[in-house]
């Protein structure tokens, strides 16, 4: 069982959509990211990247007819990360709401 | 770092809202039943003819329309991206799929037939007719239905990481 963690990597805006994505999907198409989420080729390549030097993306490379596709999967790792990161913000989620009923509770004198 | 409750609560939106966007690309698009529905007529119409000719390129032609509409909307829906999901979800899934097919055949069979029993012009088009509603009506319930399972186990997985213990870092 993963324990909650909270990932800089993956709290990134950008980065947290791309994974989040990926983790709804076994594999996504390179153009399908890059249109979705309305970012350049640079853009989503640079972010790839970084996810893929953390071991998070796996990238798959290969041709359909004579035309290139690439596409990009969470690797297990990654879906750990994930997993391990929505933890955390559960966790904060729910100690601010401790910390808010705890604030809205009538102090005894 | 989400130092907020709120931050965090927009960042679990996202997610979510991610996680149904890939959902939605992985189901074929709601004209497709359409188009389908609309073949399966023209065949019935074709049939009631009478016309060898008439009947020898429409319903071929339509045959083709189908077989290439399935052929190319489906793998390009996949070509796009997978959606991540159990197996039990994929056969839960796929048994809806050939349960319409069934339902769309057995629907234009019993229709046509017992029009044809009853001497009624046009047995073809109108048992067509009435497999095609049933595809326009099923079709999008499908889709429907394999949107809530998926959707469903998106939020499991994302439960089953809150029910993960330890501690935030």
Redesign the interface.
Known sequence: ??????D?LI?APTR??IV??L???????F??IRD?LGLSDSALSKQLSTLESAGYVQIRKRF?GKRP?TSASLSPAGRQA???H????????A???QN?DAGARPSSV | MADTGTEAVAELAEIRRRQEQVIKAGLVPFWYWWVMAAAIVVIGAARDSGDLVVEAVVIPLAALVMAVLAGTKIPEVRRRVKVYSAPQSDSRVALATIGMIVLVDLVIISVAGSLVANHVHHPGTIGCAAGAAVLVIAGPLVNAYSRKVMLRQARQQLTNATQAGGSTT
Do not use: C, G, N, P
């Open positions: 069982m993963s324990t909650a963690r909270f800089e709290h947290l959509e989040s994505l983790a709804a999907a076994q594999w996504a198409d153009k399908y979705e359909v596709r994930f997993e391990q929505v933890a955390a913000l559960q966790r904060i989620i100690r601010s709401q808010a």
